[in-house]
């Protein structure tokens, strides 16, 4: 099983600005993906993140509003741009395991806009 | 938009009860998967089922599938303290790997 970690493990933003949330995995995985997680709901996925690739974004979400990087096979950001306060969630990415159709979750970094 | 809706939202028992939760999806799906988040951290996986499985055991945890019901059950036996926590089932529509996630079942075990 992967290994996940991300940071920071939460923080509390002014409206306006921008926080980029790491993931870090302990393998190198060929797909990453970041989930938000609103205040007592469920997880909705954002984005898909391949190495060397454009994310692909899942309907709802817009590249301007949260930028992902993924400059090798251990790591990717998210930013969340010009964040407002509905902009608060839990926000976690995962990655796929190994030959198996199950995700491993980094512990979440939890946004607090104000 | 959910793929799975999960009944009941809420559910509160004592120690050494059973627990079970239910999970309904609307499309065609390879496997359903549940996972368990501890007090709004990560989450963690628990078992997934083959569509062509209809029941499956690991420890304490039974879970169910009927496909043409297009449902699944989670059956926690034995339930501990520790078990609290929000349980979700997910999927992936489509047979890819972007998981589609229920709206889970909080679990309260009271000692």
């Known amino acids: 099983s992967a290994v996940i970690s991300q940071k920071p493990s939460r923080d509390i933003c002014q409206r306006g600005t921008s926080l980029t949330i790491q993931c870090q995995v302990d393998s190198q995985v060929t797909m990453m993906f970041w989930y938000r997680q609103q205040p007592g709901q469920s997880l909705t996925l954002i984005a898909t993140?391949?190495?060397?690739?454009?994310?692909?974004?899942e309907s709802g979400f817009v590249i301007d509003k949260f930028p992902i990087s993924r400059p090798n096979l251990t790591f990717s950001t998210l930013t969340v741009s010009n964040m407002s306060p509905e902009d608060s969630s839990i926000y976690l990415c995962?990655?796929?395991?190994?030959?198996?159709?199950?995700?491993?979750f980094g512990p979440g970094t939890r946004l607090t806009v104000l | 938009s959910q793929q799975g809706e999960e009944d009941p939202q809420a559910l509160s028992i004592q120690e050494g009860e059973n627990a079970t939760m239910n999970c309904s999806y609307k499309t065609s799906i390879n496997n359903l998967q549940w996972y368990r988040q501890n007090s709004g951290r990560g989450l963690v996986h628990l078992i997934l089922i083959r569509s062509n499985e209809r029941e499956k055991h690991s420890g304490r945890l039974r879970v169910t599938l009927d496909t043409s019901k297009k449902s699944s059950s989670l059956l926690i036996t034995a339930s501990r303290a520790a078990d609290t926590a929000s349980y979700f089932c997910a999927t992936a529509p489509g047979g890819g790997n972007k998981l589609t996630f229920g709206t889970g079942t909080q679990l309260k075990v009271e000692l």
């Open positions: 995962s990655v796929d395991g190994d030959f198996t159709d199950t995700q491993y």
């Open positions: 993140a391949n190495q060397g690739s454009e994310a692909t974004y």
